[in-house]
């Protein structure tokens, strides 16, 4: 009997569907054990009946849950509630869904602040009324999955890997748990580090790093060494996937930012990286906008309206 | 009044959309309103942020089309800091797009419109998908899944990320292409050329025959449209001007930084999503699918109508056939899907051409640039129509005030006036079964938002 998988996407950018696809021919090899009752992006299964009759939303009961995207508005949480209800086990998929993910930068404003400015850019025509009619309510911020529902697993990453993805449905087929490590980004990272870097202050990615094109990312010198910020030692790793390739941005020679969100589910990647920085001796100061480093992760309350920029 | 009718969520689409068709007491359809449900707020949290930084935060406006934002922001931060774009960056830029167009097209048509034409309109939503599809036809599916891979692991390979990507950057790119991965990428792209002319004489012998009544109906409205052209006039999907037809052919050509006199955006109290329109028709904005005002289309269709001619062989030859059979401007909903089969000829081509030329592998691709206050329009054309950022930076490089234009939201005008045509045609005496909502969502699918 194949396993029944229930998927919805909720404030995402269907970035983590799209991971799922991009499983490619280990999809095709997992199809036969997966049967998929609920799954927006590809198939027509309805919330109110195939004829849109039915008063409530109504989801296929599944063993598996796979739920991305945070909580914005009304019909997200209504949506979150009956997949709970209807999935044995709840994945969080996507940093969105574990830790707001971009999203979430959003909990830095009001809903005023945000409705009024996006009402009354130069384009839109002056005097706009916000909308009201048909459309689901907003809450009053940008939730992560768990402060609402409980969550089974946590599958970080934006959008997570998608080798991450197969080992996590895996398990659960064997009927197992996902065994997912709690590494940071840096203890996958090949870079060259030699301990404490000459840098006092932090550079804008305005300008490249020194690397030599033609030779591998282990004979670079670490980013962060360099005066970059990277969030390599205060994110978690899983971006590589499961060849030990380098992490994805580092492959890029593109310092990290963060997201996997946390190494720990209840880390935080801000006050982890000021620690970092101070006690290495670098002027923290000198990062031109530090609530950046909550890029991903600013649900849960670690940003909030008072936290805008920086000083 | 009669029986609402929700279809939600809209599925087999990018996004988060559904349709109240309200029928009145004689079964016939009083209204049919599309709810863009999805507002997240890009345009304020990006202020007070790095200019440099939102390049790769925009990327989560959408999963499947993120290096259209991440190359339409980069270019609008390049403005900002008035820099300039070392060559071989530029050039690396532009692979980048055409790439993302390809894999695009491979997943619009095959994982999300096909099921329809494959599998039928009136088969069981069980079966109407890429699932069904793999068990209908397994050679067919593994073709599809292997080449979008293809496409999709050729981009992170070289570029790191794929799904939300990191590596254009204001000056260029951020690492250069070795010459063994420049021979690569060429392999891969004539796999992928070779898929997309079977796909297309595929589609034309197999597929859209079948479905011609349904081409020529479904969700037929008449309106303007919108694309890039280069300065010769020809298709491009990375630069050039932007180009507004008027439905009688006629056009405006402009520059992007001047979008504010030539289009603007009004707001229904039912949808989130604000709906772009013709500004400088100077007639207004109406929905009325009778008598439409201001609206134009974008997305592929759209591009085709626009462009006087391709500049690649194969696609060009498509192109011609295809004005042939449709004339020009084409206006027929469901040609989308054709009109994306002829950009995948035309993205692969694109894309080899930029490939060849081996000056792409130049070591030098990123200029240093400083950050300083300035204002700056970026655009490109993303699968789904014309995507434009719009930034002013204050002296320290922040984002002081940012605007976004993105592709679908062009377009929500026109699917919300689809809608309503194919409901009111379809849908007569309170008669709606599985079959006739699908079709009025495939009228959605055609653009897809
Ligand atoms: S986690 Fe990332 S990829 Fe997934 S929905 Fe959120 S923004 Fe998109
Ligand atoms: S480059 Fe970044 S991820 Fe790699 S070791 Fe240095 S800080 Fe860590
Ligand atoms: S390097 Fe960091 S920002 Fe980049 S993909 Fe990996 S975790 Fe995400």
Same mark, same amino acid.
């Given at each position: 009997?194949p396993?029944k998988?229930?998927?919805?996407?909720?404030?995402?950018?269907?970035?983590c569907?799209?991971?799922?696809?991009?499983l490619?021919? =280990?999809?095709?090899d997992?199809?036969?054990?997966?049967?998929?009752?609920?799954i927006?992006v590809?198939m027509?299964?309805?919330?109110y009946g195939?004829l849109?009759?039915?008063?409530e939303?109504?989801?296929?009961?599944?063993?598996v849950?796979?739920?991305?995207?945070?909580l914005r508005?009304?019909?997200h949480?209504?949506?979150?509630?009956e997949?709970?209800?209807?999935?044995? %086990?709840?994945i969080?998929?996507?940093?969105?869904?574990?830790?707001g993910g971009i999203?979430?930068?959003?909990?830095?404003?009001?809903?005023?602040e945000?409705?009024?400015?996006?009402?009354?850019?130069?384009?839109?025509?002056p005097?706009?009324?916000?909308?009201?009619q048909?459309i689901?309510?907003l809450?009053?911020r940008?939730y992560a999955?768990?402060?609402?529902?409980?969550v089974d697993?946590?599958?970080?990453?934006? &959008?997570?890997?998608?080798?991450?993805?197969?080992?996590?449905?895996?398990?659960?087929?064997?009927?197992e748990? &996902?065994d997912?490590?709690f590494?940071?980004?840096c203890?996958?990272? &090949?870079?060259?580090?030699?301990?404490?870097?000459?840098i006092?202050?932090?550079?804008?990615f305005?300008?490249?790093?020194e690397y030599d094109?033609?030779k591998g990312?282990d004979?670079?010198?670490c980013?962060?060494?360099?005066?970059?910020?990277?969030?390599?030692?205060?994110t978690r790793a899983?971006?590589?996937?499961n060849?030990?390739?380098?992490p994805?941005?580092?492959?890029?020679?593109? &310092?990290?930012?963060?997201?996997y969100?946390?190494?720990?589910?209840d880390?935080?990647q801000?006050l982890?990286?000021?620690?970092?920085?101070a006690?290495?001796g670098?002027?923290?100061t000198?990062i031109?906008?530090r609530s950046?480093?909550?890029?991903?992760?600013?649900a849960?309350?670690?940003?909030v309206?008072?936290?805008?920029g920086?000083? | 009044?009669g029986?609402?009718i929700?279809i939600?969520?809209l599925s087999r689409i990018e996004?988060?959309?559904?349709i109240?068709?309200?029928?009145?007491?004689n079964?016939e359809?009083?209204?049919?309103?599309?709810h863009?449900?999805?507002?997240?707020?890009f345009?304020?949290?990006?202020?007070g942020?790095?200019? $440099?930084?939102?390049?790769?935060?925009?990327t989560r406006?959408?999963?499947?089309?993120?290096?259209?934002?991440h190359?339409?922001?980069t270019?609008?931060?390049d403005?900002?800091?008035g820099?300039?774009v070392?060559p071989?960056g530029?050039?690396?830029?532009?692979?980048?797009?055409?790439m993302a167009?390809?894999?695009?097209? %491979?997943?619009?048509?095959?994982?999300?419109?096909?099921?329809?034409?494959?599998?039928?309109p009136?088969?069981?939503?069980?079966?109407r998908?890429v699932i069904?599809?793999?068990?209908?036809?397994?050679?067919?599916?593994?073709?599809?899944?292997?080449?979008?891979?293809l496409?999709?692991?050729?981009?992170?390979k070289?570029?790191g990320?794929?799904?939300?990507?990191i590596?254009?950057?204001?000056?260029?790119f951020?690492?250069?292409?070795?010459?063994?991965?420049?021979k690569?990428?060429?392999e891969?792209t004539?796999?992928?050329l070779?898929?997309?002319?079977f796909?297309?004489a595929?589609?034309k012998?197999?597929?859209?025959?079948?479905?011609m009544?349904d081409?020529? =109906?479904?969700?037929s409205?008449?309106?303007?449209?919108?694309?890039?052209v280069?300065?010769?006039?020809?298709?491009?999907?990375?630069?050039?001007?932007?180009?507004?037809?008027m439905?009688d052919?006629?056009?405006?050509?402009f520059n992007?930084?001047d979008?504010?006199?030539?289009?603007?955006?009004?707001?229904?109290?039912t949808s989130?999503?604000?709906?772009?329109?013709?500004?400088?028709?100077?007639q207004g904005?109406?929905?009325?699918?009778d008598n439409?005002?201001?609206?134009?289309?974008?997305?592929?269709?759209?591009?085709?109508n626009?462009?006087?001619?391709i500049?690649?062989?194969?696609?060009?030859?498509?192109?011609?056939?295809?004005r042939?059979?449709?004339?020009?401007?084409?206006q027929?909903?469901l040609?989308?899907?054709?009109?994306?089969?002829?950009?995948?000829?035309?993205?692969?081509?694109k894309?080899?051409e930029?490939?060849?030329?081996?000056?792409?592998?130049g070591? $030098?691709?990123?200029?240093?640039?400083?950050?300083?206050?300035?204002r700056?329009?970026?655009?490109?054309?993303a699968?789904r129509g014309?995507?434009?950022h719009?930034?002013t930076?204050?002296?320290?490089?922040?984002?002081?005030?940012?605007?976004?234009?993105v592709g679908?939201?062009h377009?929500?005008?026109?699917?919300s006036?689809?809608?309503?045509?194919?409901?009111?045609?379809?849908?007569?005496d309170?008669h709606?079964?599985?079959?006739?909502?699908?079709?009025v969502?495939?009228?959605v699918?055609?653009?897809?938002?």
């Amino acid at each position: 009997m194949p396993v029944k998988v229930a998927n919805e996407w909720l404030n995402s950018c269907s970035g983590c569907e799209i991971a799922i696809l991009n499983l490619g021919e =280990t999809l095709l090899d997992l199809l036969p054990q997966i049967e998929f009752v609920h799954i927006p992006v590809l198939m027509d299964h309805k919330h109110y009946g195939q004829l849109g009759e039915k008063r409530e939303i109504d989801i296929p009961k599944a063993t598996v849950g796979l739920l991305s995207g945070g909580l914005r508005n009304e019909e997200h949480l209504e949506v979150a509630h009956e997949m709970r209800k209807k999935c044995d %086990i709840l994945i969080a998929l996507g940093t969105c869904a574990t830790h707001g993910g971009i999203p979430a930068l959003i909990n830095s404003f009001t809903n005023d602040e945000f409705l009024e400015y996006y009402y009354s850019t130069d384009s839109t025509e002056p005097g706009a009324k916000i909308p009201d009619q048909g459309i689901s309510p907003l809450l009053d911020r940008c939730y992560a999955l768990d402060e609402k529902i409980d969550v089974d697993i946590y599958l970080p990453g934006c &959008p997570p890997h998608p080798d991450q993805i197969a080992t996590a449905i895996l398990a659960l087929l064997n009927g197992e748990t &996902p065994d997912l490590p709690f590494k940071s980004v840096c203890d996958t990272c &090949p870079a060259i580090r030699k301990g404490k870097g000459n840098i006092t202050t932090i550079k804008r990615f305005t300008e490249n790093p020194e690397y030599d094109p033609d030779k591998g990312i282990d004979e670079m010198r670490c980013l962060l060494e360099q005066g970059y910020l990277c969030a390599g030692p205060v994110t978690r790793a899983g971006c590589a996937g499961n060849d030990g390739d380098a992490p994805r941005c580092i492959s890029a020679r593109v &310092p990290c930012r963060g997201c996997y969100g946390p190494v720990r589910q209840d880390g935080n990647q801000l006050l982890d990286m000021l620690n970092a920085l101070a006690s290495n001796g670098i002027d923290i100061t000198s990062i031109p906008d530090r609530s950046s480093l909550l890029r991903f992760s600013g649900a849960h309350n670690r940003l909030v309206p008072s936290i805008k920029g920086d000083k | 009044m009669g029986k609402t009718i929700h279809i939600s969520p809209l599925s087999r689409i990018e996004g988060h959309a559904n349709i109240d068709i309200q029928l009145d007491d004689n079964g016939e359809v009083a209204s049919a309103t599309t709810h863009f449900n999805s507002i997240r707020g890009f345009e304020k949290y990006v202020q007070g942020k790095p200019a $440099e930084e939102v390049t790769r935060i925009v990327t989560r406006i959408c999963g499947i089309c993120p290096w259209h934002h991440h190359l339409s922001s980069t270019k609008a931060v390049d403005a900002c800091f008035g820099a300039n774009v070392a060559p071989a960056g530029h050039m690396l830029r532009e692979c980048m797009q055409n790439m993302a167009h390809i894999n695009d097209k %491979i997943l619009h048509f095959y994982f999300l419109a096909a099921p329809d034409f494959i599998m039928g309109p009136d088969a069981d939503y069980k079966v109407r998908n890429v699932i069904g599809i793999a068990q209908a036809a397994p050679e067919l599916a593994k073709k599809v899944i292997k080449m979008r891979q293809l496409g999709q692991m050729m981009m992170e390979k070289f570029a790191g990320k794929v799904i939300h990507p990191i590596a254009a950057v204001p000056g260029g790119f951020s690492k250069p292409m070795s010459d063994s991965q420049r021979k690569e990428l060429i392999e891969s792209t004539k796999t992928l050329l070779d898929f997309a002319t079977f796909s297309m004489a595929h589609a034309k012998e197999n597929i859209f025959p079948a479905y011609m009544d349904d081409v020529t =109906t479904l969700g037929s409205i008449t309106t303007g449209f919108i694309g890039t052209v280069d300065y010769h006039g020809a298709l491009n999907f990375y630069d050039g001007n932007i180009r507004l037809m008027m439905i009688d052919g006629s056009f405006q050509d402009f520059n992007d930084a001047d979008y504010l006199d030539y289009i603007a955006e009004h707001v229904e109290p039912t949808s989130y999503g604000k709906f772009p329109y013709a500004k400088s028709w100077n007639q207004g904005f109406s929905m009325d699918i009778d008598n439409p005002k201001g609206v134009y289309r974008s997305n592929c269709l759209a591009r085709l109508n626009t462009c006087d001619h391709i500049s690649t062989p194969l696609a060009q030859a498509e192109l011609e056939a295809f004005r042939e059979q449709f004339g020009r401007p084409a206006q027929h909903t469901l040609l989308y899907h054709w009109a994306r089969l002829i950009e995948l000829v035309y993205a692969c081509e694109k894309t080899l051409e930029l490939l060849m030329d081996t000056a792409i592998c130049g070591k $030098e691709t990123r200029f240093e640039v400083s950050p300083k206050a300035g204002r700056g329009v970026g655009h490109v054309e993303a699968p789904r129509g014309t995507l434009i950022h719009d930034y002013t930076t204050d002296e320290n490089g922040l984002i002081e005030k940012a605007n976004m234009i993105v592709g679908t939201t062009h377009n929500l005008a026109p699917i919300s006036m689809s809608v309503e045509q194919s409901a009111k045609m379809l849908i007569k005496d309170g008669h709606v079964d599985e079959t006739i909502l699908n079709k009025v969502e495939m009228s959605v699918r055609a653009y897809d938002p």
